[in-house]
């Protein structure tokens, strides 16, 4: 059953794993920042980047594909001003509004241009397509180490290591301006911390985590990547350091135990196929955070306004 | 030393496209204790945003020691109303005082032990130190407030900034902080609050400024927080069972 | 009618065309209470209950694809979905964003993994399974119809009735405390009636992109006009129109979901709005 690992499993496992770290990384902001439904907007208008660059590149691997999302997150950040200028809309309902429709005009786009394309559909956009991404040329851990075995492994994978490190490095330079600006707006503002600044790049680093995620679990599967993880650190700690670690932490383990699960439970107990991975990774995920709530301690909730317990 | 911190001439500022203030003059003494003074509404933490330049004036000019407040901002420190703060941030107290640094540190200087030294003692003068790995919601009102006044001592600013410090916290937590901020009056820093308690205006603070949109009046408490003035401001005729006497 | 567009096209219309309406109708009030992206959630969760509600209906040897079992499945499981929101939210310091968005992401994973289990194991015909996830119209049966257009008139008969409690309470839920209609009464009332519009929307909108149902035609009406009862009713005329005209433009191109096509027209309606009420504006 394991012979075949670095041919099937490798790949997958690895880009799994740093998809989900790049999505808690940001999560773990976002879910301070009272910010976690940002991912479900995100995650969904990225959808018609991806298919525009599909459609001019012929493929999921070309890197424009990443432009391509970050240049739909940021119209869509433009369409949720807009709409919020110009509308009655609160947040939450412009938010509704920008994602549900580039989410739409995404599908409309790939279902009028279907049939030439095989590698794009709706199923893939929803839910990933992990299992897909076979290394032909890996036989062992020794093929890592080959230079021309390495040329076949899926530019998915490349692309997820990169964006992750890209992530955590930009993620630790910056990272006293993250927490400053999250935990104290205006004072952030007089020490002069760009707040604007910040506030755009954790978008932008939210769209760069969706998008090196989008082939591996999809467009809705991601938003449990960004906020189980770090929501169940959260319960389990007061320490921010703690929290972060203990995210990864989970992540980690909903990643490669998920895709365990899926693709070697079913087999075990006797059925042909295997139950999607994507979706296993956000289940336990979910399982996780409930566990997490289960046994954390009962937080207690202080009145601010004199001090005491309430 | 007889300059002036603040001096504001023809002010106007505008709060959400509503006029909050009209056309207002005066000045802020340096190295004194100031309150802002003023009924709901009057504009007292709008007053507060257009002296940290965060909101621009309408009118007018703001001048902090002789600079714009942008300018200036390096050397104001800021006390928020504790209701704008998430206090189950995961921070401990030394974390949140360590931010006061974090204007000078930059990005990437190490946190140094010399820094750690000065936030320990910043704790120490407000007499927080045992608490310092504490996470922040497990504090009294009180407490917290000392947190960010330790957090505005390691930042070493000229002026401080507070808006409602005393805002639902017990008497004796004021006291302690009352304390502290005439112990940074002698250390020559100039501190302006927005106070909304008259009974003690008196006797915490030098000066007052009583604002209501517009300035009724400014100056020391004794020639300014009268009667008249205080009626003036709030613009009903019995306060007697407020200020004690007058 | 039906000669022209054919007689299944001429169900769905109908029965889009009672959503929208009620859809819309329902939508303004949860626009004005700002609970768009609650319902996103809920859209979500009930994709664990739709199939579970297929192997139920598969196993009871019923026919297959029986849409009250599956529907019901879906309700039970976005009624979970909302107790599991209240549940983290009220146990833990996790704000409520972060609530709805792991219940909406957890569980749409797990419908997934169960979809996915459903196909390997091919207990029957799953295929229809899909249509609800971004909504089709073209296997349309008379009883689909009559579900979706019978719940849609009980939705809407029940904003009638309660048009003035659910006002004041959005307004002002201490006004309308006082005037002795419980909060929570109200909140449960506007809560029931997004999660039943949301699990008939799944044929014809899916569960994706039912949320935009009950937010943009209520935007659209804002713009138009200031009072609620007319917003309401102005925004349930939009619904309509647009899950009307939807539906027909999918039956006349079965490759493109219904949904999809009726979030578009939709949108271009809300921006047109837009252009026009501004022109006007600066007219007056």
Redesign the interface.
Known sequence: MFDDFFLISFVPILTGLFSALSCTLVGNILVLRKQAMLSDTISHVVLPGIVISFLIFGNLGSHFMLVGAAIAGLTAVGTIAVLRTYTSMDNSAAMATTLSVFFAAGVLMIELTAGGNVHLDVEHALYGNLESLIWIDGESLMSVFDSVSRQTIPVELTRAIIGFVLIASVMFVYWRFLIVSTFDHTFAEISGVPVGVVSAGVALAATNAAVISFDAVGSIIVIAMFVCPPAAARVLTHSLRDQVWLSLLFSSLSAVLGYAVAGYVPILLGFETSISAAGTIATLSGVILAVAIFYGKRQRSYDFLDGHQT | MSADAISATELSVDYDGVTAIQDVDFTVRAEKLTAIVGPNGAGKSTLI?AL???IPNRNGTISCFGTSPKQY??N?S?V?Q???????????VF??VA?GL??E????RRFSSAHKDRVQSALTDVDMADFAAR?I????????QRVFLARSIVQDAELILLDEPF????SKSEAVIVDILRRQKQHGKSIVAVHHDLSTVKDYFDDVILLNKTVTAFGPINDVFTKSNIEKTYGVSNLDFLTGRS | MTELIGYNTALALVGALLFGFSSGHVGAFVYLRKASLLSDSLAHATLPGLVIGFLVSTFLGMEEKNSLVLLLGAGVSALFGVVVIQWITARTKLGFDTAIAAVLSVFFGFGIVLLTGVQSVSVGQQAGLEDYILGSVSGMLLQDVVVIGLVSIMCSAAVVVYRRLLTAFIFDPVLSEMAGYAQHRMSFLLSLLTLVITIIGLKIVGLILVVAMLTIPAATARLWTTGVWSMSLLSALFGSVAAGIGVIISALLPSLPSGAVIVVLMFIALGLSIVVTHLRGSNV
């Open positions: 945003k940290l330049g965060l901002r390096k104001i800021y928020p504790r209701a704008q703060i998430d206090w189950e941030f995961p921070a401990n974390d949140v931010m974090y204007g540190l930059g990005l990437l996470q919601s497990q504090l009294s009102g009180g407490q917290q805002g639902g916290i017990d």
